[in-house]
């Protein structure tokens, strides 16, 4: 393989900002019926929110995606309120 040319690189076009070195991803279904789940993954995607850490979900508005997503939001919005 070639060698990385650095000057065919380009600015990121988003602002620098810290990070948190450390965060989680979850993964699971979307369109479920199942609920059982629900309350347990929106409170773990909610701690890693309100410590700051970064999630990666596979997206989604129901079902283990859909309370990941929520859970982080709320505990952000704590971690920002900080």
Known sequence: PKDFDESKTFESFRKPFERHP?????????????????GAV????GMAGERGWRMIT?????GCMGAADAGFNEGKQKFRAK
């Open 42 to 45: 929106q409170h773990l995607a």
């Open 58 to 62: 596979g997206a989604g508005n129901y």
């Open 22 to 38: 450390f965060g989680i991803a979850i993964f699971g279904s979307a369109s479920t019926k199942e609920s059982s789940y629900i």
